[in-house]
């Protein structure tokens, strides 16, 4: 029985060492990370993340991509923090109960329309809207539906959001482009009809999955040309620290083989602050991998 009990021991003992493992990193704020993170590409955080044992995990499918790309200035590119948001296919009648073709039913229509957007399909995360916001949204399924459009996308831009991640559900792709709004989705996923008599919201600030990906609220989110990479809170720090480093030395080696080759300096190999100095000023570990 002794040995019994210590076949089934060992494997919770491992388990709850795991567990205990990813919860050791220092607790620190958005500002933090958001720092930590800056400029971050997601090949050197999929990197990172291999190298604490998460292999495979936190890639979105190559589906979700960026709907535009600024290779000059990497503009489509963003880090920042997740809030999150649900909607799915209403269950509810998809009209008001008038004929529409009827002019003088407008007013019905009207009514009707305004208490879908402000009551059954409207947007609670925007109060969670902060400077380094990344809006993480899953609206599979949601009836051909145009969740985001142009002038909501500007208006959480205006409250701080960095960029969009979402199933689908975007409409006004033009002038979301024209705009420079950074926007990563399936675009064969892509919304034309407005949120009412289609969709309602079901979830805020709960965790969702885009692209196969579990992410919650708080969690880290990277989106370049590579795709999207959604970092846990737990393991942020020294994800982002080994990404860093990673990111520091291709800029060193990638700036040598310019300078040989003749190629004109760019931001991309612009020099970064020494790794250890860096960490430091963040009030961070200056070596992640020592113990």
């Known amino acids: 029985m002794r040995n019994l009990f210590i076949c089934f021991a060992l494997p919770v003992f491992l388990l709850s060492s795991l567990v205990a493992a990813g919860q050791d990193e220092p607790e620190v704020s958005d500002e933090i990370l958001l720092e930590l993170y800056r400029g971050a590409r997601v090949a050197d955080v999929v990197d990172g993340m291999a190298t604490v044992g998460y292999t495979g995990i936190g890639v979105m499918n190559p589906e979700i991509a960026p709907l535009w790309k600024d290779v000059k200035d990497m503009s489509h590119r963003f880090s920042g923090i997740a809030v999150t948001v649900r909607y799915g296919p209403t269950n509810r009648p998809m009209y008001p109960g008038a004929d529409l073709t009827d002019p003088a039913n407008y007013e019905v229509y009207r009514e009707w329309r305004g208490y879908w957007y402000w009551r059954i399909s409207d947007e609670p995360f925007r109060e969670y809207i902060e400077p380094g916001t990344v809006i993480v949204m899953d609206n599979r399924d949601d009836n051909d539906t145009g969740s985001t459009g142009s002038k909501n996308i500007m208006d959480w831009q205006e409250r701080g959001a960095v960029g969009l991640v979402s199933a689908g559900g975007v409409r006004d792709i033009d002038e979301i482009i024209l705009q420079r709004n950074p926007v990563y989705t399936n675009y064969f996923e892509r919304g034309r009809g407005e949120r009412i008599g ?35 809170r737990r393991v942020a720090v020294r994800v982002g620290q080994i ?49």
Do not use: K, W
């Open 198 to 232: 289609r969709n309602e919201v079901i979830d805020v600030q709960r965790p969702v999955v885009v692209g196969g990906v579990l992410v919650h609220p708080g969690d880290v989110v990277v989106a370049d040309s590579d795709g999207v990479v959604v970092v846990p």
């Open 243 to 291: 990404a860093y480093m990673e990111l520091v030395d291709d800029i060193q080696g990638r700036r040598e083989l310019y300078e040989r080759l003749g190629y004109e300096f760019d931001e991309t190999v612009e020099l970064r602050e020494d790794p250890a100095v860096f960490f430091r000023r963040l009030g961070l570990p200056p070596y992640p991998n020592n113990p």
